[in-house]
């Protein structure tokens, strides 16, 4: 009996996961309890039995292998010995997270409807109390119960013949469950939303494309609006302090062609502070206005209270796929500082308010303007990290990426690709099975930026670009990794490499990090596997 | 680029008119739904190459169509909602990517141009067909899928213009000393993979070396004046004919 009562002690131990246990990850870091270690999206472990000194010693202790051969994308929780995980398109699994075995799985059928323009991907889940929340990629959002894996509710976020989908980490607040929606290809109209956790009715909804009659509305050009996409397709992050959810917005639609929305297109590729009670708007700051290129400013918000020019304050650091690297008050959205962090020409820098000065002729044509950084952008949604003890800002990133944007004129069809573009000859595309770069192509790298001088600190380079995200931990280690399939271990404070291993499949996830019986474990997803490292012993 | 699309839209004129109506509003479709990721030429997906004219997943119109229907679920090709019309068009099209015109065939004599091959040209020294010659340089046994006849005729004439990044040769000197020379296989931060003049293939640490260029001219001889322009014209038409599935 003793030796059944251990063997059942971590889930004996599992309580249910309060909002309250979300606000404070940092008293229980053996978990990871929301997409991004923390709800303020630092991505940042203060685990620290794996070392500078010892994680030489690290080596692999299990791997799950997936079962779809679609993108890996998800970013796992962990609670209490559980790891919870989605593979592609929206299968959960519940694993024990030192073994990597089965307990339970849930395996989603999407409807045939559904229109994704990049991948069937799922990103994650989250959780509240006995329920597990998923997006799926036909547009709905379930309830799961934690402990069996059976559907509690399943309710429509948007219509997939539209080309609604969901495909990110729910963001749990309170009470409510908080979704944004894809389909920025598709001309749809761009909302986040916020469900009741315990029945799935909604509580309030934002568009991220405003009315006519709505502030903001003037920005967009007749009835463009109605397909002015603006999706919301990564996990947003929370201040408690100021009961405002922070969300990054995507593209306009359509993507390469702005003819027909003249005007600033609001609330596209912005940064929107929302009352979490209310979803109602408490400010906007807009990286790129009119957007032609596809910069969905679709990252991670990551909020840091430092200080900042002699003053304690309450910052927002966002690396944006346009090329420029901010940070903004998050209390008013005020721009504080901004500076690009990759190869630029579509603009020569920012004003004062951080509006980026538009460069001449740098917009798409019919035959072709040749644009840096390219569509996937100097970052894309590749999580970043900031790390209190360097007081540094990491961002995986894609240097010297171009790509020649084309724009055509299409007409909206319901559930149709709506790009208005022909993006071509990127130097940063597929590279296939073989990597084969040349002189001009593209590269990937970590960054590692001072916020407070907007200059690189340290620069890791791989010979491929990455999509991967970025960890670092109390111990000043940072993980990350890239498309070369290589996972590495650098020092957080150099940029120098300390281990790596070769994964053979490349890293399109973040990784985490948590701790079972006191022993430290690092997981990332590669290829199709998610593999799980810890110390020798 | 334009280079190489010309012969597409050449063909295109050669169509029977209602075919080439399809065609033409099947390239439409193909600019809005496929452009971004398979490319002007319809071969930017490494193992997809529409021009090639086979497809693994899909032999018949029929099954085409219902592929691009219903996607290919596991990878990134998604499902559209596409009419019976929109699919046949856009089917069309597809098939009209793939050369079998004059343009694709050339203008020369095959039959002579294997001899020049074989013999005059002395490709057999660096490239293999289907089994026979060097693996030095790219196995040709499937080029006449792969290029068209300008493509290949301006790599005769003028070899350096155009290297594709698969076919650059690498220049290796290691700590020791030892220089290598190969065409570069694959390449990522901390290794090279290479095949080198004796065929070996060659897994190098970069941590070994001392140097690493990546050569930026073709290893290939140009054969402005080593052939006369019938036998360049017989050699273009030789290479067009091999496909790797006659």
Not at chain 1, 29 to 43: D, E, I, K, V
Not at chain 1, 267 to 283: E, F, I, N, P, R
Not at chain 2, 73 to 79: A, D, R, S, V
């Amino acid at each position: 009996m003793k030796k059944l009562a251990l063997l059942l002690f971590p889930v004996l131990l599992s309580a249910q996961v309060s909002f309250d246990r979300l606000l404070h990850t940092d008293r229980e870091p053996h978990n990871w309890l929301t997409y991004s270690g923390s709800l303020s999206g630092q991505r940042y472990s203060l685990l620290d039995r794996i070392t500078p000194q010892n994680v030489k010693n690290l080596e692999l202790k299990w791997v799950f292998q997936a079962r779809s051969l679609e993108k890996f994308e998800a970013t796992p929780l962990v609670v209490d010995g559980l790891m919870y995980l989605t593979e592609a398109p929206n299968h959960v699994f519940a694993l024990d997270a030192k073994t990597g075995r089965i307990f339970w799985d849930y395996d989603y059928h999407a409807s045939k409807d559904a229109r994704v323009c990049c991948g069937s991907v799922n990103r994650g889940l989250a959780i509240l109390g006995d329920t597990l929340f998923m997006g799926t990629i036909d547009g709905r959002l379930i309830a799961i119960d934690s402990k069996s894996g059976r559907p509690m509710w399943n309710i429509e976020v948007g219509d997939p013949k539209l080309g609604y989908s969901v495909t990110h980490a729910p963001l749990v607040v309170k009470d409510k469950v908080i979704v944004g929606v894809a389909g920025g290809e598709y001309g749809i109209r761009g909302f986040i939303a916020a469900y009741d956790a315990r029945t799935g009715k909604e509580v309030w909804k934002f568009y991220t494309v405003a009315g006519p009659d709505d502030p903001g509305g003037k920005t967009w050009d007749g009835d463009s609006w109605k397909n002015g996409g603006s999706p919301a397709w990564l996990t947003g992050s929370y201040d408690p302090s100021l009961n405002l959810i922070y969300w990054g917005t995507g593209n306009p639609g359509p993507d390469w062609n702005g003819d027909d929305r003249a005007g600033d297109n609001l609330y596209s590729d912005c940064a929107v502070a929302l009352d979490a009670d209310t979803g109602k708007l408490k400010w906007y700051f807009q990286f790129t206005p009119h957007d032609e290129f596809d910069y969905d400013a679709v990252q991670i918000p990551v909020l840091v209270d430092a200080n900042w020019q002699g003053r304690a304050r309450k910052l927002l650091m966002w690396a944006n796929r346009n090329g420029f690297f901010y940070v903004l008050d998050r209390e008013t959205g005020k721009f504080l500082a901004g500076s690009p962090y990759a190869k630029i020409n579509w603009a020569t820098g920012l004003d004062e308010a951080g509006r980026p000065m538009r460069a001449p002729n740098m917009s798409p044509t019919p035959a072709g303007t040749l644009i840096y950084p390219n569509l996937f952008g100097a970052t894309n949604w590749y999580s970043p990290s900031y790390s209190p003890r360097t007081q540094l800002f990491y961002i995986p990133s894609w240097q010297d990426s171009n790509m020649t944007m084309a724009k055509i004129t299409q007409k909206y069809v319901p559930g149709q690709r709506y790009t208005g573009g022909l993006p071509r000859a990127a130097n940063a595309g597929r590279r296939g099975t073989r990597n084969t770069p040349v002189e001009d192509s593209a590269y990937g790298s970590i960054l590692a930026m001072d916020p407070r001088t907007g200059q690189k600190k340290w620069e890791f380079k791989m010979n491929d670009v990455t999509d991967s995200g970025v960890l670092t931990t109390v111990s000043d280690l940072l993980f990350a990794g890239g498309r070369e399939g290589y996972f590495y271990a650098l020092d957080a404070r150099t940029g120098v490499e300390l281990w790596r291993a070769s994964l053979g499949g490349q890293m399109e996830a973040g990784p985490i990090t948590y701790s079972v019986d006191g022993k430290q474990y690092v997981s990332i997803a590669a290829g199709q596997g998610l593999f799980t490292f810890a110390l020798r012993e | 680029m334009m280079l190489r699309s010309a012969p597409v839209v050449a063909l295109f004129l050669t169509l029977p008119l209602a075919a080439q109506t399809a065609a033409d509003a099947g390239q439409q479709l193909y600019k809005a739904h496929c452009f971004v990721c398979h490319g002007q030429e319809g071969e930017s997906i490494p193992g997809v190459n529409f021009r090639s004219g086979q497809l693994r997943r899909a032999s018949t119109d029929e099954e085409l169509s219902r592929l691009i229907l219903n996607g290919i679920p596991g990878t990134g090709m998604p499902p559209t909602n596409l009419s019976a019309d929109e699919r046949r068009n856009l089917v069309a099209f597809l098939r009209a990517m793939h050369d079998t015109g004059a343009t694709a065939k050339g203008s020369g004599d095959a039959t002579s141009g294997m001899a020049v091959f074989e013999g005059k040209g002395g490709c057999f020294n660096c490239h293999r067909v289907r089994g026979k010659g060097s693996r030095l340089g790219p196995d040709l046994s499937d080029i006449g899928s792969l290029r068209n006849a300008p493509y290949l005729a301006e790599s005769l004439v003028d070899p350096s213009k155009t290297v594709a990044p698969a076919n650059r040769f690498v220049h290796v000197v290691t700590k020791q000393g030892t220089v290598i020379d190969g065409r570069r296989l694959n390449e990522d931060t901390h290794t090279i993979q290479l095949i080198d003049q004796q065929e070996r293939l060659l897994s190098i640490d970069k941590s070994d070396l001392r140097e690493v260029t990546l050569v930026k001219t073709s290893a290939m001889p140009s054969y402005r004046d080593k052939l006369s322009a019938q036998e360049i014209t017989d050699l273009v038409s030789y290479l067009l004919s091999l496909k790797e599935s006659q």
